[in-house]
């Protein structure tokens, strides 16, 4: 262990006064950043103007970090609780918490011709994770452009739909905060019943559910697509996450369909057509976007469970949903191939994948497993409620997917705490260890190989 060096602290502290920088990994100034940002949502939520009657510290901090973290939990109705005010910062924080403040400070750098610097260099590549500047700069631009474009078009039919029922400005509020929150997989509504009174609305299912997809495959692959716009010319990274996703939504649905149809609590009552939108949004919300047009309370136990491990699959890389990702479990299933029929390279689509790559995935898979295994031993102390809710609850959470069954309302503080600090972990804790894995110095020294038993 090195002594501490209180010169070398001196000469640290001048530097910090002198420059006003601190020497902080990328993670680190990420971690702040978004903690900065759900501390400044919290006291603003908490403020008179922006709640009906009154709302607890600790209630505007659950809501912050759930709209930062883009997870969609909450312990109170955001419609009868939140002013119009109230919100629109909640649709403010879950933009900004979505794209990502680098997004923003990036671009806001490029359009004041700023150069960036080293350190911020280092921090949107470790936010992207990217290598190259030049791509940090493009991925940055694309991003907010697709956003944009994307959420314009949704706003747009969502308006003119609910114009039909509603006044105009009343749909129109409907139209943006749905549209936003659906890009952006955050799962957060203006109705109590989330989207149940729409479960056979055919729009709102389909568009819901694209906006939620397009969010959750990544802008890596959306520019790629949009770029290359032929299958052959797209990357090997690209095809994957493309097929994958394909594969996951069209089993889930198969599955959650056959699972449910015969359930009184969920879609036995529906037509045959409302059964199958109502399986297809509740498979694609599963990929961490949080929405429900059936109670999830009132699922079978082995939904429950087929849902959990969509949950923790979750969307592509350098997208708005979170979960291990696709990239990382097709990784895993690669690996487990391989090593089965003694392949000698991890290959995918005629690829190699690198031994680093494999490294990095097995260790987000056990570090998540095990805050889930954590979480949910530390909830079942405080909460009375079935283990399969506080299990569901926990996961929902560490892969911010904003779906509960009917857990959220009725956590004790200790709980809503673990909750918070869960989201946080679960929205930025992938990137701090593949950026800490990714930098870790390699050592000289090597030593003996030995035979140890496993399996």
């Not at 961490?288 to 429950?304: K, M, P, R, W």
């Not at 997917?401 to 972990?425: E, K, N, Y």
């Amino acid at each position: 262990m090195r002594n501490w060096d209180p010169r070398q602290s001196l000469r640290h502290y001048h530097h910090v006064k002198r420059t006003g920088r601190l020497n902080a990994s990328p993670p680190a100034v990420l971690a702040a950043g978004f903690i900065t940002l759900i501390l400044v949502g919290a006291l603003l939520l908490w403020m008179p103007f922006s709640n009906q009657q009154g709302i607890s510290p600790l209630t505007a901090l659950f809501s912050a970090a759930s709209a930062v973290t883009i997870t969609g939990l909450s312990t109170v109705d955001i419609s009868s609780t939140y002013t119009p005010l109230g919100q629109a910062i909640l649709l403010v924080l879950v933009q900004i918490g979505g794209l990502g403040f680098i997004t923003f400070s990036i671009v806001t750098a490029l359009a004041l011709g700023k150069r960036i610097s080293l350190k911020h260099q280092a921090l949107a590549q470790a936010a992207f994770n990217q290598t190259s500047i030049a791509t940090v700069r493009q991925t940055a631009r694309t991003t907010i452009k697709i956003t944009l474009t994307i959420e314009a078009i949704a706003i747009g039919i969502f308006t003119v739909w609910w114009w039909r029922e509603t006044d105009f400005y009343t749909a129109l509020g409907r139209g943006i905060f749905h549209g936003i929150m659906a890009f952006n997989n955050a799962g957060m509504s203006l109705t109590s019943t989330h989207l149940t009174n729409y479960v056979d609305d055919p729009v709102l299912v389909i568009g819901t559910t694209l906006l939620v997809i397009i969010g959750g495959i990544g802008f890596t692959v959306l520019n790629d697509i949009r770029q290359k716009k032929a299958w052959k010319t797209l990357a090997p990274y690209t095809k994957i996450v493309l097929l994958g996703t394909a594969a996951l939504n069209l089993t889930g649905f198969a599955l959650i369909w056959l699972l449910e149809y015969d359930n009184p609590n969920t879609l036995e009552p529906l037509s045959l057509s409302g059964q199958a939108l109502a399986a297809w949004l509740q498979n694609v919300s599963t990929r961490t976007a949080g929405f429900n047009s059936v109670d999830i309370a009132g699922l079978e136990d082995s939904t429950t469970l087929v849902m959990m491990l969509y949950m923790f699959i979750g969307g592509g890389s350098l997208s708005l949903a979170s979960g291990i990702k696709i990239g990382t479990f097709i990784v895993l299933m690669a690996a487990a191939w391989s090593y089965i029929f003694q392949r000698p390279q991890v290959t995918l689509l005629k690829r190699a994948i690198s031994a680093d790559t494999v490294q990095k995935s097995l260790a987000l898979l056990l570090i998540m497993a095990t805050l889930i295994f954590c979480g949910t031993l530390i909830m079942t102390l405080f909460e009375p409620a079935p283990f399969i809710s506080i299990l569901f609850e926990v996961v929902s959470a560490i892969t911010t997917t904003g779906l509960s069954r009917d857990l959220t309302p009725t956590l004790s503080a200790p709980s809503q705490f673990l909750v918070i600090f869960l989201m946080f972990v679960g929205r930025l804790g992938p990137l701090t260890l593949i950026y800490s894995l990714s930098t870790q110095h390699k050592g000289l020294v090597r030593y003996p190989e030995t035979t140890f038993q496993v399996g």
